[in-house]
């Protein structure tokens, strides 16, 4: 089993930025690629960007091309979301996942394994 913890969600003005933090514990060993989705109110969950856990292979949604950026930092079994330029169609809850089948970035929901509770970020005009 996998938990994971994000934090650092919070209400900012659109251009503003935010960094989401998604702190892994457990059977850390077993994952291969984790990912950042956002759920807003009655829409579904979607995909924003992954990371291949221990490489630097990188998928993002157009939707955040070029304003957001996944990392990791391994040592500290955490995944990062940094958020620049927000816009209010960003307003969403974002939810971390971990993958622990492949080893390349996934941005299908279904394949992530385990899933954090969410952070909610507001961006008001």
């Known amino acids: 089993q996998v938990q994971l913890v994000e934090s650092g969600g919070g209400l900012v003005q659109a251009g503003d930025s935010l960094r989401l933090s998604c702190v892994a514990s457990?059977?850390?060993?077993?994952?291969?690629?984790a990912g950042w989705f956002r759920q807003a109110p009655g829409k579904e969950r979607e995909f924003v960007a992954a990371i291949a856990w221990r490489g630097a292979m990188t998928v993002y949604a157009d939707s955040v091309k070029g304003r957001f950026t996944i990392s990791t930092d391994n040592a500290k079994n955490t995944v990062y979301l940094q958020m620049n330029s927000l816009k209010p169609e960003d307003t969403a809850v974002y939810y971390c996942?971990?993958?622990?089948?492949?080893?390349?970035?996934?941005?299908?929901?279904?394949?992530?394994?385990?899933w954090g509770q969410g952070t909610q970020v507001t961006v008001s005009s």
């Open positions: 996942g971990i993958n622990r089948r492949v080893l390349v970035p996934e941005t299908a929901p279904s394949e992530y394994d385990y």
């Open positions: 457990g059977r850390t060993l077993s994952m291969y690629s």
